[in-house]
């Protein structure tokens, strides 16, 4: 109701609703079932949020007509390298934009949560739960279940990880990525490359350029040519474009 109010104040901001317009809506299960469906629609939400920004928007820069071009796009992942790719393209945002130096000044990153909790002081439990209600990042590939894993604790969607390595090594991997691309920063480039990259075959220049511009490189799916070129969209069942510099990128 608050979402989507019935009444608004003179300011044009939502009032709470009446007892009787929750009534209206707890006491008949076809709206309640049906509002439940919009609410965990993942389109539906973006729709409302876009909605919100773009008339705010429009208000203080007292124009009119549309304010995005698209509501959102994904982006289909579809082998570890651009995964893990994507993963670092946005943990280390906050650093691109000049936001933040370090890691653990990253404000709103899945990373810096990860960071307080692997440094928390024991005796603190609530600091131990920083990073509760996100996937663990390693996962077990030879001995792991297939398929989807809920999370038992009830605090996070799955409890499956999704890269093959360890927290560790993800970590050091976006330390050492924030040195190379993020330009004036301190200390030097390590002599030797990270193992993950040579196990997704991926140099370093390479790897400093994907990361740098997986926004750019990649739009409705990402990976290796070899590994893209066989999909078709689920909608259209069109072949996958992949941008001549990724492809160039990835088959080196």
């Not at 002081?121 to 398929?147: H, Q």
């Amino acid at each position: 109701m608050m979402i989507c109010p019935h009444r608004r104040s003179s300011d044009g901001l939502p009032l709470p609703p009446t007892e009787a317009e929750i009534r209206s809506i707890a006491g008949c299960p076809v709206k309640c079932g049906k509002i439940r469906k919009r609410l965990s629609n993942i389109s539906w939400w973006m729709r409302l949020l876009c909605q919100r920004v773009a008339t705010r928007a429009n208000h203080e820069d007292e124009e009119s007509g549309h304010f995005f071009q698209d509501r959102f796009h994904a982006t289909r992942i579809v082998d570890e390298a651009s995964l893990l790719a994507c993963a670092a393209y946005v943990a280390l945002n906050p650093i691109r934009a000049a936001i933040a130096e370090t890691l653990e000044q990253s404000d709103h990153t899945s990373v810096q949560r990860r960071i307080q909790t692997l440094t928390a002081d024991r005796i603190d439990a609530r600091a131990k739960l920083r990073d509760s209600f996100l996937a663990p990042v390693s996962i077990d590939e030879r001995s792991g279940e297939i398929g989807p894993c809920v999370s038992k604790s009830g605090r996070r969607c799955s409890d499956k990880g999704f890269l093959p390595m360890s927290l560790k090594a993800y970590l050091e991997l976006l330390d050492w990525s924030s040195r190379q691309i993020a330009p004036g920063k301190p200390g030097r480039t390590p002599k030797d490359v990270p193992p993950v990259l040579k196990r997704l075959g991926l140099d370093t220049e390479t790897w400093c350029e994907l990361v740098r511009d997986f926004g750019r490189l990649f739009c409705s799916v990402a990976g290796r040519p070899d590994c893209v070129d066989p999909l078709r969209s689920h909608r259209t069942h069109r072949r996958y474009h992949l941008r001549r510099r990724a492809r160039e990128l990835l088959t080196r």
